[in-house]
């Protein structure tokens, strides 16, 4: 899902003001489907609410279960309170230390952030128990979950990265209809771009945000993403910098597989 700060001015929902109760608030980030967060206030007590229109509202009810259960084992956010109304869902969780991988700061140094997010990913990895874990983020579960849209007339070709377009709908759940072996079987975080990884001062991971697909499935689940979201946001030749800091060989195969795979998820 394309998100970034917004180019606009944003009204913030009153669910958003209500949180607020006067404190200042400011709109950080804005995705394609619609969904808003703000942050709200400044240290001590700061937090951000997440807004997401109503029918969006499955992905907020699934990222706080999936909060409850990670915040045990590694550094997510904390849930303040999660909610809906008839205008809208709602998701309140308090603030991490650290500022975004693609904050101005972190661009500018795009080594240090790059190796970072890889040695946070891997960190998220070793410390979330697969045995425990209630959630699935399986192969073959999105690939039935692709058919399911497609046969829903929901998937779009034109919304799929450049290096896929050339493919019908058919010709890419084709592709996918067989996924590669499992290497490493973790718990992944499920949108493993650069902007979801938190950098403290002194450029190590603090901490993982959006966490709405968090489950089981293998490694490169989300080292594909990682590693293209590495270009993406901090230009070409950065996944090896990536992978050198999760501490792993590339995999061109399982790669390839799951940035196609991502390419036709919700």
Same mark, same amino acid.
């Given at each position: 899902?394309? @998100? !970034?700060?917004?180019?606009? %001015? $944003?009204? &913030?929902?009153?669910?958003?003001?209500?949180?607020?109760?006067?404190? !200042?608030?400011?709109?950080?980030?804005?995705?394609? #489907?619609?969904?808003?967060? /703000?942050? #709200? !206030?400044?240290? &001590?007590?700061?937090? /951000? $609410?997440?807004?997401? &229109?109503?029918?969006?509202?499955?992905?907020? %009810? +699934?990222? @706080?279960?999936?909060?409850?259960? @990670?915040?045990? /084992?590694? @550094?997510?956010?904390?849930?303040?309170? +999660?909610? +809906?109304?008839a205008t809208g869902a709602w998701l309140v969780t308090r603030a991490l230390q650290g500022d975004s991988a693609v904050s101005t700061h972190w661009k500018q140094e795009p080594r240090t952030a790059v190796q970072a997010i890889g040695a946070g990913l891997r960190a998220l990895h070793d410390a979330l128990p697969v045995t425990s874990c209630p959630f699935s983020w399986s192969a073959n579960a999105r690939v039935d979950d692709a058919r399911k849209r497609a046969g829903d007339e929901r998937l779009d070709p034109r919304q799929w990265h450049e290096i896929h377009r050339h493919l019908t709908i058919d010709d890419a759940l084709r592709a996918v209809a067989e996924p590669p072996s499992t290497d490493r079987l973790v718990v992944c975080h499920g949108d493993a771009c650069a902007p979801n990884t938190l950098l403290s001062a002194d450029g190590h991971c603090s901490g993982h945000v959006d966490l709405d697909s968090l489950g089981v499935a293998d490694a490169w689940a989300d080292l594909a993403v990682a590693t293209w979201s590495a270009e993406w946001n901090y230009g070409a030749g950065w996944e090896p910098t990536l992978l050198d800091g999760y501490r792993i060989d590339p995999d061109p195969e399982r790669s390839s597989y799951y940035r196609l795979l991502w390419d036709l998820g919700p």
């Amino acid at each position: 899902m394309l @998100a !970034s700060e917004p180019e606009r %001015d $944003v009204t &913030p929902p009153d669910i958003v003001l209500d949180v607020a109760a006067g404190r !200042s608030t400011r709109a950080v980030w804005e995705n394609e #489907i619609g969904g808003l967060t /703000f942050e #709200i !206030s400044r240290e &001590p007590d700061r937090v /951000f $609410v997440k807004w997401y &229109p109503s029918n969006e509202r499955w992905r907020l %009810d +699934a990222e @706080a279960v999936r909060l409850l259960w @990670a915040v045990q /084992f590694t @550094a997510v956010p904390e849930l303040v309170d +999660a909610g +809906a109304d008839a205008t809208g869902a709602w998701l309140v969780t308090r603030a991490l230390q650290g500022d975004s991988a693609v904050s101005t700061h972190w661009k500018q140094e795009p080594r240090t952030a790059v190796q970072a997010i890889g040695a946070g990913l891997r960190a998220l990895h070793d410390a979330l128990p697969v045995t425990s874990c209630p959630f699935s983020w399986s192969a073959n579960a999105r690939v039935d979950d692709a058919r399911k849209r497609a046969g829903d007339e929901r998937l779009d070709p034109r919304q799929w990265h450049e290096i896929h377009r050339h493919l019908t709908i058919d010709d890419a759940l084709r592709a996918v209809a067989e996924p590669p072996s499992t290497d490493r079987l973790v718990v992944c975080h499920g949108d493993a771009c650069a902007p979801n990884t938190l950098l403290s001062a002194d450029g190590h991971c603090s901490g993982h945000v959006d966490l709405d697909s968090l489950g089981v499935a293998d490694a490169w689940a989300d080292l594909a993403v990682a590693t293209w979201s590495a270009e993406w946001n901090y230009g070409a030749g950065w996944e090896p910098t990536l992978l050198d800091g999760y501490r792993i060989d590339p995999d061109p195969e399982r790669s390839s597989y799951y940035r196609l795979l991502w390419d036709l998820g919700p």
